[in-house]
């Protein structure tokens, strides 16, 4: 079981950055597979980015290529996505979730989730 708690959402201008956390409290978290997901009100989740459990392999989605960049400190039991150049549409809930074996793009496939955090890109 992988208890996984999100942080570092917030408010921020067109442009500007954040960065989430991901703090898992499974001392095996690299065992685990991470993906960030997130979900806007009225649309469906969607995958954002994810990242294997060594960190040598990751994924993003078209929509934050080259703008977002995920990452993992396994010592720490933490994953990040560090979020530059933000866009209004990049307004969500954002959510880590872990699995077993290599990462997935489909939400469907990881069997932890985090409470999510808010990420609110003002125009």
């Known amino acids: 079981q992988v208890h996984l708690v999100e942080s570092g959402g917030g408010l921020v201008q067109a442009g500007g950055s954040l960065r989430l956390s991901c703090a898992a409290s499974?001392?095996?978290?690299?065992?685990?597979?991470m993906g960030w997901f997130r979900q806007a009100p009225g649309k469906e989740r969607e995958f954002v980015a994810a990242?294997?459990?060594?960190?040598?392999?990751?994924e993003y989605a078209d929509s934050v290529k080259g703008r977002f960049t995920i990452s993992r400190d396994n010592a720490k039991n933490t994953g990040y996505l560090q979020m530059n150049s933000l866009k209004p549409e990049d307004t969500a809930v954002y959510y880590c979730?872990?699995?077993?074996?290599?990462?997935?793009?489909?939400?469907?496939?990881?069997?932890?989730w985090g409470q999510g955090t808010q990420v609110t890109v003002s125009s």
């Open positions: 979730a872990a699995r077993e074996g290599h990462y997935s793009v489909y939400h469907k496939n990881y069997g932890y």
């Open positions: 990242i294997t459990w060594s960190g040598g392999m990751t």
């Open positions: 499974e001392r095996t978290f690299g065992d685990y597979a």
